[in-house]
């Protein structure tokens, strides 16, 4: 499941068509309503501060690693 704002680049057909093509299911806020993620957007902004912002990552599947070790120690 990828979750989004309304965004126009999300309600794009390419957009839309990307997620169907991978087999993701694609979740919106609702319009106009700024809250209605708001524990996954700050689980988010920790994730990024804690485990990105600080790493440099020599190859993709360095950065793939680390974030799943993120998450599954969280």
């Known amino acids: 499941m990828v979750h989004s704002d309304r965004g126009s680049q999300y309600c794009s057909n390419a957009y839309q068509a990307l997620l169907a093509k991978r ?11 700024c809250y209605d993620n708001a524990a996954m957007e700050s689980w988010n902004h920790g994730f990024k501060v804690e485990a990105i912002h600080a790493e440099r990552f020599p190859t993709r599947n360095d950065a793939k690693q680390h974030v ?7």
Not at 23 to 33: A, F, P, V
Request: aromatic share 16%; hydrophobic share 35%; with cysteine.
């Open 23 to 33: 087999q993701l299911i694609c979740s919106m806020s609702k319009k106009g309503d």
């Open 68 to 74: 799943f070790d993120y998450i599954e120690a969280y």
